[in-house]
């Protein structure tokens, strides 16, 4: 009698050929793989401890290692809240972009540049502690300068972006944070280009809107301060 492609017959028994096994075990494997990426993709995210909330714009704080060469770690007085525009106009170059950036280059041989909030039109970045000083002024460490006694942020200008929504949300962060931290508006609200000889937040200057943009901080920031009376 012949014997099967698939056994043999020894002593009584039947023995699998080795290349089903081989076949077998592979599919096994196959289907515990798809098993542990579906988990995965299904699983329920966690909660991220990190989120926080600015009149319903969802706020990342993501700090920049303590020891970075991008962040000194020197405490300060809070002073300023200095204005920026990323000037970067790349599509898909929002908050979450730059806080990968200033990451990734916090260690960097030359250039080393921080600030401590990138907003843009859904969402706002924070990378370092309020009460510690940056490189974002370009004035070096002087006293009462940018660097020194200013909060950094940086505001999205990139394609695909809604401009005027990243305004209302940079807007609503420096009201938030003239509360916080007992600022006066009207003497805390610098642009970049009060610390150096830079156009810079450039399409705010351009278009003659900064005195637009401090009288809407200034009528946030007294809304936000009247509602904390009443509580």
Same mark, same amino acid.
């Given at each position: 009698?012949?014997?099967?492609?698939?056994?043999?017959?020894?002593?009584?028994?039947?023995?699998?050929?080795?290349?089903?096994?081989?076949?077998?075990?592979?599919?096994?494997?196959?289907?515990?793989?798809? $098993?542990?990426?579906?988990?995965?993709?299904?699983?329920? @995210?966690?909660?991220? /401890?990190? +989120?926080?909330?600015?009149?319903?714009?969802?706020?990342?704080?993501?700090?920049? @290692?303590?020891?970075? *060469?991008? *962040?000194?770690?020197?405490? *300060?007085?809070?002073?300023?809240?200095?204005?920026?525009?990323?000037?970067?106009?790349?599509? &898909? /170059?929002?908050?979450?972009?730059?806080?990968?950036?200033?990451?990734?280059?916090?260690?960097?041989?030359?250039?080393?540049?921080?600030?401590?909030?990138?907003?843009?039109?859904?969402?706002?970045?924070?990378? +370092?502690?309020?009460?510690?000083? %940056?490189?974002?002024?370009?004035?070096? $460490?002087?006293?009462?300068? &940018? #660097?020194?006694?200013?909060?950094?942020?940086?505001?999205?200008?990139?394609?695909?972006?809604?401009?005027?929504?990243?305004?209302?949300?940079?807007?609503?962060?420096? %009201?938030?944070?003239?509360?916080?931290?007992?600022?006066?508006?009207?003497?805390? +609200?610098?642009?970049?280009?009060?610390? $150096?000889?830079?156009?810079?937040?450039?399409? +705010?200057? #351009?278009? &003659?809107?900064?005195?637009?943009?401090?009288?809407?901080?200034?009528?946030?920031?007294?809304?936000?301060?009247? /509602?904390?009376?009443?509580?």
């Amino acid at each position: 009698m012949k014997t099967s492609a698939f056994y043999r017959r020894k002593k009584g028994k039947r023995a699998v050929n080795p290349a089903v096994i081989a076949v077998a075990v592979l599919m096994l494997l196959s289907f515990m793989g798809g $098993m542990l990426t579906q988990r995965a993709l299904t699983k329920t @995210p966690q909660q991220d /401890a990190n +989120l926080s909330y600015i009149d319903g714009i969802p706020v990342y704080t993501d700090f920049i @290692p303590e020891g970075s *060469r991008a *962040r000194p770690g020197q405490t *300060r007085e809070i002073k300023y809240l200095v204005i920026h525009e990323t000037d970067n106009f790349s599509a &898909g /170059a929002d908050a979450a972009a730059h806080n990968s950036f200033i990451h990734q280059n916090a260690d960097a041989d030359s250039g080393i540049v921080s600030w401590h909030y990138t907003v843009d039109d859904h969402e706002i970045y924070h990378h +370092l502690p309020d009460t510690e000083t %940056a490189y974002h002024a370009g004035d070096m $460490m002087t006293e009462n300068g &940018g #660097n020194m006694n200013g909060i950094g942020i940086e505001m999205c200008v990139n394609e695909g972006g809604n401009y005027e929504q990243t305004l209302i949300n940079t807007e609503k962060l420096c %009201a938030q944070l003239c509360l916080s931290y007992n600022l006066n508006p009207d003497k805390a +609200l610098k642009k970049h280009q009060d610390f $150096m000889e830079k156009v810079c937040p450039a399409r +705010l200057i #351009n278009e &003659g809107r900064w005195d637009e943009f401090c009288a809407a901080v200034k009528q946030k920031y007294t809304e936000l301060k009247a /509602a904390d009376a009443e509580n």
